[in-house]
């Protein structure tokens, strides 16, 4: 997904920096934009979320951004009751204080200069995840509570502030794990997909999300387009979210 909304900013002319773990992964996403985005300007910065350290590389490599896209999340699914102290610290600093730091560093500019987006992926987990997520969900839906209140702490300043919310999502990565699990019983990745979403009722589509139908809605975000929506949150699941707004 990450990868994706990189790609169509890149197309649509933006100068992307792309962050990651580790410099190898970096270096491999970018390699492979260029591949597909000839003409985009790229740069990378490798760095974890998790510690100030990290941060304070990001901001050092980076110092200005006019779109900030806080992506980062790492599902981990465990059972409640095993979910330790030290795993409900790295999500926090993973999923809430990392892109809090990152806010408050770099949305001074945003209002300095007039002009700013930042877009944070709550996740349809966020508030509601599975007993094996507890964790994951509860840090996920803390940043709808940060976006509003950051989008209220910059209002009339030019920067709008609204969190996306992808439902299943069709990766490379889950598409690996469930053609792993297909396999021995011979059925294809659309066969499972079929299965899943059968017994998934309240998905309107029927299917995964792809990435690219994510990013569709991020690059909108980012966009003058969206100049009047802050403080919002918009899913992009499918309608597999039951609700009214």
């Given at each position: 997904?990450?990868?994706?909304?990189?790609?169509?900013?890149?197309?649509?002319?933006?100068?992307?920096?792309?962050?990651?773990?580790?410099?190898?992964?970096?270096?491999?996403?970018?390699?492979?934009?260029?591949?597909?985005v000839p003409k985009a300007d790229l740069t990378g910065v490798a760095a974890?979320?998790?510690?100030?350290?990290?941060?304070?590389?990001?901001?050092?490599?980076?110092?200005?951004?006019?779109?900030?896209?806080?992506n980062a999340g790492v599902p981990e699914p465990t059972p409640f009751f095993d979910i330790t102290d030290a795993d409900w610290e790295r999500h926090a600093r993973l999923h809430l204080l990392g892109p809090a730091r990152l806010c408050r560093h770099y949305a001074r500019g945003m209002v300095?200069?007039?002009?700013?987006?930042?877009?944070?992926?709550?996740?349809?987990?966020?508030?509601?995840?599975?007993?094996?997520?507890?964790?994951?969900?509860?840090?996920?839906?803390?940043?709808?509570?940060?976006?509003?209140?950051?989008?209220?702490?910059?209002?009339r300043t030019g920067v709008t502030v609204n969190c996306f919310v992808p439902g299943p999502t069709r990766e490379r990565t889950e598409a690996a794990v469930r053609n792993k699990v297909a396999d021995p019983t011979g059925?294809?990745?659309?066969?499972?997909?079929?299965?899943i979403f059968?017994?998934?009722?309240?998905?309107?589509?029927?299917?995964?999300?792809?990435?690219s139908e994510v990013a569709a809605l991020v690059v909108f975000l980012a966009s003058d387009l969206a100049a009047p929506i802050t403080g919002a949150t918009f899913r992009v699941d499918g309608g597999i979210t039951r609700c009214l707004t």
């Open positions: 997904m990450g990868y994706m909304i990189a790609k169509r900013l890149a197309e649509c002319g933006a100068s992307v920096v792309v962050h990651g773990r580790t410099r190898e992964r970096v270096a491999a996403a970018i390699e492979r934009l260029r591949g597909e974890d979320l998790t510690n100030e350290a990290g941060l304070d590389l990001i901001v050092a490599e980076v110092p200005e951004v006019d779109v900030l896209v806080n300095e200069r007039g002009w700013g987006r930042i877009v944070f992926n709550a996740s349809t987990t966020g508030g509601f995840a599975s007993g094996e997520m507890v964790h994951y969900g509860a840090t996920k839906a803390a940043l709808l509570g940060l976006s509003r209140g950051l989008a209220e702490s910059v209002a059925k294809s990745f659309a066969e499972m997909e079929a299965e059968a017994e998934l009722p309240t998905s309107l589509i029927g299917r995964f999300v792809d990435p």
